[in-house]
């Protein structure tokens, strides 16, 4: 707990979770399943719970006997359901975990769902931080398509919209303060479409714009993106986009967003796993794609991961530079072109208006 608190307590990161929490009604913060099979496991769990409530965090306990046996159920529920913790706490039979999850998904729509368990893993033993069971899986472990046969009807319920987190004992508290995680996130998936702009809703958009990012766009925006053609990878239900404008040397990508009631589902890595997979449109030999971002960008490791990604596939044209105002990345242009973006990147105006 020490360690944990000594290396992110006073991070920007930390805070910013903390903040987004707290925007959170109290009673839909976070639903928590145990499953442990070991007292040590269990005071580490009781331990991180403590460590939330007096961070003011309420999650909510649900009990399965699939999950934890009576005694290790017992010792969790006299330390945190009872005293001056007091949590919320559900019960459930094994053959009924499913139906209760729906059910308390129906009364009370958590903004977080989490099983402390071992999370996901491919057949090789690696771990898998994201995981969408609409889209293409990597092979899993045994154990793993085991859990998933607990959690798919429940994901399935709730819809897209909707995840469930594994994390392992010891970790709850990493999963829900660091970028990184240290669990595996899942869901069902959402659907994504590359779009021109004149083929979307276009206020929708703008909406989904000034809404994700708390700001006002000037008002020549839109017409900035029409005169350009400009491209959107959309989700269909407007939940987030990825904005890219089209000039003449190269593609600019200016705005990842996402509706703020989705923060923190996986929403922004999904956009730009969807984004690799269409940056081979936009040029017949590689993309060439450039923009920035703050310092304090929320996606800023995401975008590192693109970049790496990419320089794999084509060596000696992708990279980043920052110049302590904003942290510029580029793909698929080769050292001459990159002076040049970055110097209208270093002078692009916003597109907000405050």
């Known amino acids: ?26 009673d839909r913060f976070l639903l928590l399943i145990p499953k442990l099979d070991a007292v040590e496991a269990a005071e580490t769990f009781i331990g991180e719970i403590k460590y939330l409530v007096q961070l003011e965090l309420y999650p909510k306990l649900l009990f399965c006997d699939l999950f934890i046996g009576d005694t290790l159920k017992q010792l969790i529920k006299t330390e945190l359901c009872s005293g001056e913790f007091g949590l919320v706490c559900a019960e459930c039979n094994a053959y009924d975990w499913v139906a209760k999850l729906k059910q308390l998904g129906e009364e009370r729509v958590f903004y977080k769902y989490m099983l402390v368990d071992r999370p996901m893993q491919t057949h090789t033993g690696e771990l898998i931080n994201l995981l969408h069971l609409n889209m293409t899986m990597p092979p899993l472990d045994a154990e793993s398509n085991l859990a998933l046969e607990w959690l798919r009807p429940f994901l399935e319920h709730l819809g ?24 595996t996130l899942i869901s069902l998936g959402y659907q994504f479409s590359l779009k021109t702009i004149t083929q979307i809703e276009s206020q929708r958009l703008i909406e989904l714009l000034e809404k994700g990012f708390m700001r006002h766009l000037k008002p020549t925006y839109l017409a900035e993106l029409k005169r350009e053609k400009a491209s959107v990878l959309l989700e269909k239900d407007y939940r987030g986009a990825i904005v890219i404008r089209h000039f003449e040397a190269f593609h600019y990508l200016d705005k990842v967003v996402v509706a703020p009631e989705y923060f923190g589902r996986g929403m922004g890595s999904l956009l730009l796993d969807e984004l690799t997979d269409h940056l081979a449109k936009y040029s017949l030999e590689h993309p060439k794609l450039i923009w920035r971002a703050r310092p304090d960008n929320p996606f800023l ?24 105002h904003y942290v510029y990345h580029f793909i698929g242009l080769d050292h001459s072109e990159r002076e040049r973006a970055y110097k209208w990147m270093r002078d692009f105006p916003s597109s907000f208006s405050n």
Request: glycine letters at 10%; charged letters at 25%; aromatic letters at 14%.
């Open 301 to 324: 490791h995401r975008y590192a991961i693109l970049v790496y990604d990419f320089a794999k596939r084509y060596p000696g044209c992708c990279g980043t530079l920052s110049d302590g």
């Open 160 to 183: 897209p919209a909707f995840s469930m987190q594994m994390v392992a004992p010891g970790k709850v508290l990493e999963e829900l303060f660091t970028k990184r995680g240290a669990g």
């Open 1 to 26: 707990m020490q360690t944990f608190f000594e290396r992110t307590a006073y991070s920007r990161d930390a805070n910013g979770f903390l903040d987004q929490y707290h925007r959170v009604d109290s």
